[in-house]
Nanobody, 119 residues
Framework: QVQLVESGGGSVQAGGSLRLSCAASGSFRSITAMAWYRQSPGKQREWVALTTSVGMTNYADSVKGRFTISRDNSKNTVSLQMTSLKTDDTAVYYC?????????????WGQGTQVTVSS
């Protein structure tokens, strides 16, 4: 089994910053992609940012230039530094990883952490 534990959510005023972290543990051989998604009330879950095993990153247009994703392969963690937060960034943020377990590539999700941005 693979477990993802997220931390760092909370409430902040518009223009502020927050840092989310996600730690993976369990029986996996390796982690390939690590990503963050978010879901606002009444909306579908949307992809936010991605980092590959070799450190390449990509971002949704809505967060580009404001959010930074990073990973520590030695600790199996991924973080999301969020700056210049807007009220539209309010959502539950989910950590997502792809990992090799029993020679199969599988996808896992964290439990989600709430981010609330007020005006």
């Amino acid at each position: 089994q693979v477990q993802l534990v997220e931390s760092g959510g909370g409430s902040v005023q518009a223009g502020g910053s927050l840092r989310l972290s996600c730690a993976a543990s369990g029986s996996f051989r390796s982690i390939t992609a690590m990503a963050w998604y978010r879901q606002s009330p009444g909306k579908q879950r949307e992809w936010v940012a991605l980092t590959t095993s070799v450190g390449m990153t990509n971002y949704a247009d809505s967060v580009k230039g404001r959010f930074t994703i990073s990973r520590d392969n030695s600790k199996n963690t991924v973080s999301l530094q969020m700056t210049s937060l807007k009220t539209d960034d309010t959502a539950v943020y989910y950590c997502n990883i792809e990992a090799y377990v029993d020679n199969f590539r599988r996808t896992y999700w964290g439990q989600g952490t709430q981010v609330t941005v007020s005006s």
